[in-house]
């Protein structure tokens, strides 16, 4: 399992990586291995508000949907829209298939460093 | 095995439809089809053929142990076929006058009267037709409820994260936020997390109990206050009711409203896509929302569908609790918590349960242990136990156990059944150390090997090609 350190994680496995002026949100290794292959992605438009905490989309797998959860409170500026045609990216390259991009960020949730994180992650098996 | 469409041979047909004896009426300008319809042309041999085919690839509850969790793959009784089956309910027309149609009502309003019994509610509908249906429906008497006290505030619905997905679907179908409500180590509602969640702006809880792990929530009389103190309503999924029926009522729990999933819980096959049957209860001060039917009640009313709903479903309904009577009822209930027990028991001899302690009527098996010593997952588990002639148990559900099989053997298996099922568990525990490719690449002497799930998911081929 892989857990690059220029990330930061929530306890509900998605990743934010802080670009400057946008913070960037995808979904962790372990999301993806424990979610089994993703066929659809759920997006948010460009325009609309995430709240820290809560859903701004879902991904669904063979097993099961599961919500994405924002790290941060802001406005989408960007959506990788590839993902509707190609969903396996998310599980192909997590940390390359970034899923929203959100600027005007004005909250943000507890994140986990890189080691924090794994440390989780072992913990809940 | 070809689609009937493949199987088609242009000019086989059979007519079947008698010489027209009335003047025929076109269709005005425009509504008529430009082409004929694409229907295969087959001889009845073919027809006959094809669907027994079909038929001999599906494995259903009277081919073998079908113990899939959540589900309640009882058998049904032949009596409550033959019953629905009598031709003075097949024959009826609902448009029959009142006068003709008077044993039809009668099945209605004792099936009601008793099941109300059942469930502790005052007064109940049989018109949605099917659980999530009347989920929706028995959502929206509590939101009636607050839209006609003014009280518009409330916007929320708490559900457990244990919970049927349906149940968050069914919230949102309403127009409501969706609140989770986090499980405690016990595997229960987190009282404290629901006092938490609790305030001016909840509209309702939805649970079911037992819940979706087995287990019977000990503090519902005091989750059900909370939500009552908080001025909520509170709905009752009755998925889970074979586990408490004749024994605990949800209406004595503080259940406000409930659905009762008859196909499932009283005797109509169920899994192959209907027709179900969603009844909705509701204690006294919610009667006034139940959908009505212009025609059986009189008057107006919302309908939330035709007439009476899947009235045959409820002439199952009412053959299955009256051959069981009220001392059968109870006792169907405690041989389900009973055969859940017995084959939990068996099995923890390996296999490691999502909780400890009794379970009701199914129970859940965590085989993460299992994964991380072998590499063999809950899915290779379950393909595996195809070759072995049984229905596999339901897959990573709930959400919050990993590796999780959900098992719920139903109250109509016997001893001798368990013990077979619970050999080729524990056989293939051993089999998961010994020779986990093998399991990896299971089943191997189905009709159907593993399909491309992904594969399926990801480029549905939804129609015929040309």
Not at chain 2, 327 to 342: R, S, T, W
């Amino acid at each position: 399992m892989n857990y690059p350190v220029d990330y930061k994680y929530t306890r509900s496995h998605e990743w934010l990586r802080d670009d400057g002026d946008v913070a960037i949100v995808g979904i962790s290794d372990y999301a993806q291995d424990a979610l089994g292959d993703v066929v659809f992605v759920n997006l948010p438009a460009v325009g609309d508000t995430v709240i820290a905490g809560e859903s701004f989309g879902d991904v669904e797998s063979v097993k099961a949907v599961s919500d994405l959860i924002s790290p941060v409170t802001g406005v989408v500026c960007q959506v990788n829209t590839a993902l509707e045609d190609a969903p396996e990216s998310l599980n192909e390259d997590p940390y390359g298939a970034w899923i929203i991009q959100v600027e005007d960020v004005t909250d943000c949730e507890d994140l986990m460093n890189a080691e924090d994180y794994q440390a989780f992650c072992e913990q809940e098996g | 095995m070809q689609l009937i469409f493949e199987k088609s041979v242009p000019g086989r047909g059979t007519e079947y439809l008698p010489a027209c004896d009335v003047p025929e009426v076109s269709l005005p300008e425009g509504l008529g089809r430009k082409a004929p319809p694409k229907l295969p042309e087959l001889s009845e041999t073919d027809v006959s053929r094809h669907y027994t085919q079909l038929c001999q690839r599906v494995y259903g509850v009277n081919c073998g142990f079908y113990p899939l969790g959540s589900c309640t793959m009882k058998y049904n009784p032949r009596i409550d076929e033959e019953m629905a089956a009598l031709p003075g309910f097949t024959g009826i027309h609902p448009l029959a006058p009142e006068a003709a149609t008077q044993g039809c009502r009668e099945v209605l309003s004792t099936a009601k009267k008793l099941l109300c019994e059942i469930t502790g509610m005052a007064d109940m509908t049989f018109q949605p037709a099917a659980g999530a249906h009347g989920e929706f429906t028995g959502v929206l008497l509590i939101k009636q409820y607050h839209d006609a006290r003014g009280d518009r505030k409330r916007c929320k619905i708490l559900v457990p994260d244990s919970a049927h997905g349906t149940n968050p679907a069914t919230a949102a179908m309403c127009g409501y936020q969706i609140v989770n409500i986090p499980s405690g180590p016990d595997g229960c509602v987190d009282l404290e997390a629901l006092k938490a969640a609790l305030g001016e702006d909840t509209a309702g809880l939805m649970l079911t109990n037992p819940n979706t792990l087995g287990l019977f929530d000990r503090n519902i009389l005091e989750i059900t206050r909370l939500v009552h103190g908080a001025g909520g309503l509170c709905y009752y999924d009755g998925a889970n009711l074979n586990a408490v029926m004749g024994l605990a009522r949800p209406g004595d729990m503080g259940f406000d409203c409930v659905h009762l999933n008859l196909h499932k819980t009283f005797a109509t096959p169920h899994g192959g896509g209907g027709p179900g049957g969603g009844a909705v209860g509701c204690k006294e001060f919610l009667k006034a929302y139940l959908p009505k039917s212009r025609l059986m009640d009189g008057g107006d009313g919302i309908q939330v569908r035709s007439f009476a709903g899947n009235f045959l479903v409820v002439v199952k309904a009412l053959a299955y609790l009256l051959t069981l009577g009220k001392e059968g009822v109870p006792q169907a209930a405690e041989n389900a918590v009973l055969n859940a027990n017995y084959l939990l028991a068996r099995l923890k001899e390996r296999y490691t349960p999502a909780y400890e302690g009794l379970c009701m009527h199914e129970f859940v098996l965590d085989l993460s242990e299992l994964k991380k010593e072998t590499g063999v997952s809950a899915l290779d588990l379950a393909k595996t136990l195809i070759d072995y002639g049984m229905h596999p148990p339901t897959m990573y559900f709930p959400l919050i156990v990993h590796e999780a099989l959900m098992l719920e053997p139903t109250e109509t298996e016997s001893k001798q059944t368990l013990d077979q099922a619970a050999e080729v568990f524990l056989k293939l525990w051993d089999l998961a150390h010994e020779d986990p490719a093998y399991m990896h690449e299971a089943p191997h002497h189905a009709q159907i090997r593993r399909p491309d799930e992904v594969r399926a998911a990801r480029n549905p081929i939804l129609c015929q090609p040309e």
